[in-house]
């Protein structure tokens, strides 16, 4: 059974800190997500990786950064939260023989205060 | 660029009845693929239904059907006999060929109520 998961499903964090959400995925895939999704914006892509070590930009990156040293995880830092980075941040894996079917994980519900 | 548009915030449905959720897209790309999900309360993004641009058919599985009008760029997502269980959020999503890296483009989506 294929399986992406999310180190939390809450998380609470105060204005300032550095937070770390973790993402790890068992199929292979070689692209990899960060997705924050708010009432009436949809899903936001933050940032992907297609490659251990490579990373783009999505399109809302300020404020944020990723990781990937391995290829099954991929983790999102935020340097130091703010109020407006509470939100719930999904992360999917995917490959092109898969026709990039994204498989994704079960959400981070993150609060910020 | 690539843009899906879903225009019914939305959408109520009687129980054991067909609804229809609507989705056009834009890409200049002549190789794409398009997706639904279901998001239900529980957060989790479940995949339905997955249409290839060059597909001949009309894809389906089990209850849900694409209807794919290239022409028209529309890709509507049909359930048919809706159940209580489709109460949810639905997304349209695409993918472009080319260099894209298998990044998706969402839809806002679409509340789906089934009534019973």
């Known amino acids: 059974d294929v399986k992406v998961t999310q180190s939390s499903r809450y998380l609470v964090k105060r204005t300032g800190e550095k937070v770390f959400l973790e993402c790890v995925q068992d199929?292979?895939?070689?692209?990899m997500f960060w997705y924050r999704q708010d009432p009436g914006l949809g899903l936001r892509l933050i940032y992907f990786?297609?490659?251990?070590?490579?990373?783009e930009k999505g399109d809302i990156p300020e404020g944020y950064s990723v990781s990937r040293e391995k290829k099954e995880r991929f983790s999102l830092i935020l340097e130091s939260a703010s109020t407006n980075q509470t939100s719930m941040y999904l992360c999917a894996s995917s490959a092109p023989w898969d026709s990039y079917e994204q498989y994704f994980g079960p959400g981070t519900r993150l609060t910020v205060t | 660029a690539q843009k899906i548009t879903q225009t019914q915030p939305g959408m109520f449905v009687q129980e054991k009845e067909a609804v229809t959720l609507d989705c056009t897209y834009d890409?200049?790309?002549?190789?794409?693929?398009l997706f639904w999900y279901k998001q239900p309360s529980s957060g989790e993004m479940i995949f339905l239904i997955y249409?290839?641009?060059?597909?001949?058919q009309n894809a389906t599985e089990g209850r849900y059907s694409l209807n794919f009008q290239k022409a028209r760029k529309s890709a509507n997502l049909v359930i048919s006999a809706s159940q209580l269980g489709d109460s949810a959020m639905y997304f349209c999503a695409m993918v472009a060929g080319g260099t894209s890296y298998g990044k998706l483009t969402f839809g806002q989506g679409t509340i789906l109520t089934v009534h019973p």
């Open positions: 199929m292979d895939h070689e692209n």
């Open positions: 990786s297609y490659d251990v070590k490579m990373k």
């Open positions: 890409t200049s790309d002549p190789s794409y693929g």
């Open positions: 249409q290839g641009s060059y597909d001949q």
